[in-house]
């Protein structure tokens, strides 16, 4: 459908280039187009994959190249209301973004990963479950969890397998999006600088399962409002999961063992402290999705307990770093809201110095600071939401705040608070952006820097 199109991606990063690479497949007309007038056109060519051809232009996009656009592709990070998009919309352009762009060449099935938090935990772990019951040839994990969907789509065969990690801003930009099994992890708010109203934001994660319909599978969290609510008007089958309610039909835990119940047969499938090595009951409910999900795909229950014994966690969430002179340091950089940032703190066993602050998305930070639950010992701030973090700390008795102007005075403010018996922990509660390009490099250097500690 986008054959000899004059298509014009917006944004030239990973995304825009796995774009690139699948259009030249699909015999498209390409340019690709990023507002930052900084990058050389040169540096975006030399990034596109060998037999891609595609005409690249930065800073200011000539309106006959936006007169001329027939379809245009969105990278994720670039939203849909502004004034480009929305002239494009209005003279009826065809608008999509990477998820539906490489669903168009999709050969085989999709599972499909969304929610606030947990996303790439889930999608790593159903991701290895798969592996193991397909073999890797037939497995693809893709998307959010940083390799791009239309970069291996065009392996995808009739009995391969796609795991997808979603993110809301990929969901804004689907239109046939199809996955046979999808889940949404959980929903709080996240992202407004971007959706604007949590309403905005939730339809957005609901648009996951909007063109699935009762043979496929839906799989949520009972214990969180909207996903409770979401599976009454579902198009797919409901399944849930719940880590503190018994369910008549679904997997849920009972004291530390994880039961599935269905069709009132009952089946005990493991104990969460013996035979997992991811802590914390966030991570309880990840395995159960995970669960539901292997088995929503088809895969035997034996196969999806073997590989949930050897899976470890994934990099940069609650991650263990390194002990030192007695002080554990956890390196949760993927905390990049409030939600995810609460199962950091509940997760340490241990006074805390705790790292906060980074980019503002508009959150509150009361739920979270709430949670602390007198294991912070030290809250340490950085970056731009560090006074409005401090405030609200403040309003809660917390006074053992400190402040840092850099990363690296940060770091080492902790080393120096810190006493044997205490952890340090990243878990800032929000995004990187500012002081870092990405949560990863704000993890790895957290990471290099503990490791270079001195016993």
Not at 149 to 157: D, F, Q
Request: with cysteine.
């Amino acid at each position: 459908m986008l054959e000899r199109k004059k298509c014009l991606i917006i944004g030239s990063g990973i995304s825009g280039i796995g774009a690139a690479s699948l259009l030249s497949n699909f015999g498209a007309q390409i340019t690709i187009y990023d507002s930052n007038e900084k990058l050389e056109v040169e540096a975006i060519k030399a990034k596109l994959p060998q037999g891609t051809v595609a005409e690249c232009i930065v800073g200011n996009l000539p309106e006959e190249v936006e007169r001329a656009t027939e379809a245009l592709i969105l990278s994720p990070g670039v939203p849909t209301d502004i004034p480009l998009v929305l002239r494009m919309k209005e003279r009826g352009v065809q608008i999509l973004g990477e998820i539906e762009l490489a669903f168009l060449a999709e050969q085989g099935t999709v599972a499909a990963v969304t929610g606030t938090n947990g996303k790439t935990t889930v999608t790593t772990l159903l991701g290895e479950i798969m592996k193991a019951h397909l073999g890797e040839e037939r497995t693809f994990v893709v998307g959010n969890i940083g390799n791009p969907y239309t970069l291996e789509v065009l392996k995808s065969k009739k009995d391969s397998v796609t795991v997808a990690e979603i993110s809301s801003f990929q969901l804004e930009t689907i239109t046939t999006f199809h996955p046979h099994v999808s889940t949404i992890l959980n929903i709080t708010p996240d992202h407004l600088n971007r959706h604007h109203t949590m309403e905005a934001y939730i339809e957005a994660k609901e648009a996951v399962a909007k063109n699935q319909d009762k043979n496929d599978v839906c799989v949520l969290n009972y214990e969180n409002e909207y996903t409770r609510d979401f599976g009454t008007r579902c198009p797919a089958k409901a399944v849930y999961f719940s880590s503190k309610s018994e369910l008549a039909e679904g997997y849920f835990l009972r004291g530390t063992r994880i039961i599935r119940r269905f069709d009132g047969a009952e089946a005990d499938l493991m104990d969460i402290r013996t035979d997992m090595n991811l802590v914390g009951i966030h991570n309880a409910e990840n395995v159960m999705a995970a669960i539901a999900m292997a088995e929503g795909m088809g895969v035997p229950m034996q196969t999806i307990l073997s590989v949930i014994k050897t899976f470890k966690a994934v990099e940069h969430r609650i991650e263990y770093v390194a002990t030192k002179n007695g002080v554990v340091y956890y390196n949760d950089s993927k905390g990049t809201n409030p939600d995810a940032a609460i199962q950091g703190i509940k997760a340490m066993d241990r006074p805390t110095i705790l790292i906060g602050g980074g980019y503002d998305k508009q959150n509150t930070y009361d739920e979270w600071i709430e949670s602390f639950d007198g294991k912070v010992k030290w809250l340490v701030l950085i970056g731009q939401t560090r006074e409005k973090i401090a405030e609200c700390a403040k309003a809660h008795g917390i006074t053992q705040i400190k402040f840092a102007d850099t990363y690296d005075e940060c770091l080492k403010l902790c080393t120096e608070l810190a006493q044997p018996g205490d952890a340090v922990l990243l878990s800032p509660a929000c995004a990187s952006w500012g002081m870092f390009p990405n949560y990863e490099t704000r993890g790895k250097l957290f990471k290099e820097y503990v490791n270079a500690l001195p016993e």
